[in-house]
C-alpha cells in the first residue's frame, strides 16, 4: 500500500534572525520570521508527512501558541512526526521538494539539505530531492518578502484502514 502526502509552509523574511532551510543554517542578512526556528522546508516536510498517514498538519501539534516550540529546532518536530508515521508501519519511498525564494542562491546546499533530511527519515539521501526556483520578482515572494517551501512524500507499508 502506498501513499502520498503534500506539504506546504511559508513565512516572511527578517533582518535579525538566521535562516534555517532542511535543518541548515544558510549564511545570509535576513532569516524567517516565526515562533520556532521557522525552516520551510521541514515544516512543509512534516505537513506532508502527517498528511500522507491522515494525522492532520503541523499545527495540531505543535502550536505557535505554545512557549515550548519558541526558537524550537525543526529537525527535532520532523523526528517526532516521523515517529507517528513509523508506529503506524509506514516508511518513506522518496520526498521531492522545492523552495521558493528570490534570494539567497541556494544550489550550494542542496546535498547537505538532502543529507540532514535522508538522516531525520532514515532513508539513503538518493530518495530525497532538494530543489529551489525563484519567483522571477513576481508577488511577496518575488519582492524578496518571504521563503516557501512544497514537499511531497511517498510512503509504502502501512495498517489497513478500511
Keep these: ?14 533582518v535579525g ?78 520526498i521531492d521538494s522545492i523552495i521558493i525564494a528570490q534570494a539567497p542562491k541556494l544550489s550550494p546546499y542542496y546535498g547537505v539539505m538532502r543529507e540532514r533530511i535522508a538522516e531525520l527519515l532514515e532513508v539513503s539521501a538518493e530518495v530525497v530531492n532538494v530543489k529551489a526556483t525563484t519567483p522571477e520578482g513576481l508577488g511577496a515572494l518575488g519582492a524578496g518578502e518571504g521563503i516557501a517551501a512544497q514537499v511531497v512524500v511517498l510512503l509504502a507499508g502501512g495498517e489497513s484502514r478500511q
Excluded at 51 to 75: E, H, M, N, T
Design 1 to 14: 500500500m502506498y501513499r502520498i502526502g503534500v506539504g506546504y509552509d511559508i513565512h516572511k523574511v527578517r
Design 17 to 94: 534572525r538566521r535562516l534555517v532551510l532542511g535543518g541548515v543554517e544558510i549564511p545570509w542578512e535576513k532569516g524567517l520570521e516565526g515562533h520556532s526556528d521557522a525552516d520551510v522546508l521541514l515544516h512543509a516536510l512534516c505537513d506532508a508527512l502527517l498528511g500522507a498517514v491522515g494525522l492532520g498538519d503541523i499545527g495540531q501539534y505543535f502550536p505557535p501558541s505554545d512557549p515550548q516550540w519558541k526558537d524550537y529546532d525543526s529537525r527535532e518536530f520532523v523526528k517526532k512526526v516521523y515517529s507517528k508515521v513509523k508506529a503506524l508501519g509506514w516508511k518513506v519511498v522518496n
